[in-house]
């Protein structure tokens, strides 16, 4: 059983409290449309169910939670990743034999970052993306190297209604072509590429998806693995994509999350993309990341046909048809 929230301050725009507390866990909201540190709890012990179901209802309340000053093992992290449910193997990313469930992203002169520094929800290439990613920090920049969030239920609805109701329906192709780069042109390479192809085929998504938990609607493409929409010609998908891809650009659906040495974000990688600025090369920047499986993508269906035009052109009532080319 989870006890209720407690709102012990005051409303941010929504309605939503800026502090709210539940069995000890603190919840203080920190951004308009995303974004709260979690204070009340120590990660490198074992959490009690009541701890763990406030964490759980703050992740999706705030889709992203930051806590500060956990100086967590690399299994702290994989056991508080497995709470939230099976841990997932990323198939391009750095790990290690023994724990390839952990990414390392250990960057630093000689190893610049690779692949983060666009706008992206993680590993929309698969079936079913995870469900939320964990990013601890373990050695920061001293400066530079923030992570850029933007909740993508505001950049839903955010667009105006006739967007929403163009979208609603459409469907869109997601592949994991920016890894194929890390592919040489040697034949065992190329082998190697043909597998992964094979495994990780392009996948449809729901341009509008719902939150499984909250049911609110969201904007499901991200300019990484979203490569056209079905059923569009080449220069409507890419016109399209760039105005919906555009939404995670506006401040306003954005946080900017600023690292400290054990710092952990969780974010719902069902509501939210991110970006990490690249701009702290050649500091070092050492993280420890996981992801958690994730479940079946809904979309919302169609929008009702008699409310879409048409044709390419549909006569003004009273307006010659025939486009001011009269018969003489
Ligand atoms: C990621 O895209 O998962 C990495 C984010 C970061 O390094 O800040």
Redesign the pocket.
């Given at each position: 059983m989870t006890t209720p929230p407690v709102a012990i301050s005051a409303a941010i725009p929504g309605g939503r409290p800026v502090v709210s507390q539940s069995a000890g866990v603190t919840v203080t909201r920190t951004g308009v449309n995303l974004g709260a540190e979690i204070t009340g709890v120590d990660l490198t012990r074992p959490l009690s169910e009541l701890h763990f179901k406030a964490i759980e209802q703050a992740l999706v309340d705030n889709q992203l939670i930051i806590f500060r000053d956990q100086d967590i093992s690399s299994e702290n992290l994989m056991d508080f990743g497995r709470r939230f449910g099976e841990l997932t193997v990323h198939p391009f990313a750095p790990s290690e034999k023994e724990a390839p469930q952990l990414?390392k992203?250990r960057n630093d002169e000689t190893t610049p970052?690779f692949?983060?520094d666009v706008w992206?929800s993680?590993e929309t290439f698969r079936a079913e993306p995870p469900m939320a990613?964990m990013?601890v920090a373990k050695e920061v920049p001293a400066i530079g190297?923030?992570?850029l969030f933007a909740s993508m239920t505001a950049a839903f609805d955010g667009l105006s209604d006739r967007m929403q109701q163009h979208i609603s329906g459409l469907e869109a192709i997601h592949d994991f072509k920016p890894f194929k780069a890390l592919f040489n042109d040697s034949l065992e390479e190329r082998k190697k590429l043909q597998t992964f192809e094979l495994q990780y085929p392009p996948q449809l998504h729901p341009v509008v998806r719902i939150h499984p938990v909250t049911g609110r609607k969201l904007l499901f493409v991200n300019p990484q693995f979203t490569l056209a929409i079905k059923g569009m010609d080449e220069r409507e998908s890419r016109s399209l994509l760039d105005t919906l891809f555009h939404q995670a650009l506006v401040p306003e659906y954005q946080f900017r999350?600023h690292?400290a040495p054990n710092t952990l974000?969780v974010w719902d990688n069902r509501s939210t993309q991110?970006?990490?600025?690249h701009d702290y090369y050649p500091q070092r920047?050492y993280?420890e990341?996981v992801t958690i499986k994730g479940g079946p993508v809904t979309g919302v269906p169609r929008a009702d046909p008699k409310t879409l035009r048409r044709g390419k052109y549909v006569p003004l009532p009273g307006a010659n048809p025939t486009g001011g080319h009269r018969p003489h």
């Open positions: 990414i992203f970052p692949g983060t992206h993680d990613t990013l190297g923030d992570t999350h690292w974000a991110h970006y990490a600025i920047r993280m990341r």
